[in-house]
């Protein structure tokens, strides 16, 4: 199995140029990459986001709310990047481990099944 996710990561890079696209595409099937969904993130990392500029809510007592972001190499190695669009209007980036990540599966549904 790991020598088939292998082979699509870097078939990009061996068979001409890496297009941005063709990486993006890749990392989203083998589910490196998560496009538009909403994370409760440790609440222990909410002044990071909030130097960052980003809107977050408050969703319990341990946990932050962010909406509409991309989660990177979520489960792959011990981190996960969390990209967002700030309040500004700038792409950020923010490194979190992975196990103080919770992926919810639909944007804006707080009530969602989630998975880690």
Same mark, same amino acid.
């Given at each position: &199995?790991?020598?088939?996710?292998?082979?699509? /990561?870097? &078939?990009? +890079?061996?068979?001409?140029?890496?297009?941005? +696209?063709? /990486?993006?595409?890749?990392?989203?099937?083998? #589910?490196?990459?998560?496009?538009?969904? =909403? +994370?409760? @993130?440790?609440?222990?990392? *909410?002044?990071?986001?909030?130097? /960052?500029?980003?809107?977050?809510?408050?969703?319990?007592?341990?946990?932050?709310?962010?909406?509409?972001?991309?989660?990177?190499?979520? #489960?792959?190695?011990?981190?996960?990047? @969390? $990209?967002?669009? =700030? /309040?500004?209007?700038?792409?950020?980036?923010? $490194?979190?481990?992975?196990?103080? @990540?919770?992926? *919810?599966?639909?944007?804006?549904?707080?009530?969602?099944?989630? *998975?880690?």
């Amino acid at each position: &199995m790991y020598g088939v996710v292998i082979i699509i /990561l870097f &078939m990009p +890079a061996v068979f001409g140029g890496v297009n941005n +696209a063709i /990486l993006n595409v890749t990392t989203r099937v083998v #589910g490196i990459r998560k496009d538009n969904v =909403s +994370a409760f @993130i440790d609440k222990e990392y *909410a002044d990071d986001f909030k130097k /960052l500029n980003i809107k977050i809510e408050n969703s319990g007592e341990k946990r932050i709310f962010i909406e509409k972001c991309t989660i990177l190499s979520n #489960g792959v190695g011990g981190d996960a990047y @969390i $990209q967002f669009r =700030s /309040l500004d209007s700038k792409i950020k980036k923010i $490194q979190i481990p992975s196990n103080k @990540i919770i992926i *919810a599966e639909s944007v804006g549904d707080k009530n969602s099944n989630y *998975a880690q």
